[in-house]
Every structure is written in C-alpha cells, then in structure tokens.
C-alpha cells in the first residue's frame, strides 16, 4: 500500500464516520522529533593513560631525532 492509497482509505473512512455516526474527526499535525545531540564517550582511566603513553612515546622519538 502506498502513501496515496493510505491517504485515500483514511480519507474514505473519515468521510463513513462522519455520515455514518455524524461524528467529528480532529486532525492533528506532527509532532517534530526532538533533536538529539551527538552522542559522546567519555574517556576512560584506561584510554587517558594509552593518550599519554602515546604522547611519552612521540616526545622520546623527538628527543632522538637530530
């Protein structure tokens, strides 16, 4: 089933209700989904010290290098 034929059913349906039971149909608009912020990971214990070991690490092969 497409979107139209979905709309046109929805829309027969509506019209049955209002002629059959003479009811009022409300309509109502989208809501927006609410934004999401990027998630973010934190940095563990052992992620800061692998950081660090790779920063002791680079500053030794500087310290070699003429």
């Known amino acids: ?6 709309r046109a059913e929805l829309e027969r349906q509506e019209q049955r209700y209002k002629e059959v039971y003479g009811g009022e149909v409300t309509t109502y608009a989208a809501q927006p ?4 912020k990027p998630w973010r990971k934190r940095a563990t214990v052992q992620d800061q010290a692998f950081t660090q070991e790779l920063q002791k690490m680079e500053k030794e092969l500087k310290a070699e290098e003429p």
């Open 33 to 36: 989904d609410p934004e999401r």
């Open 1 to 6: 089933m497409t979107k139209d034929e979905l």
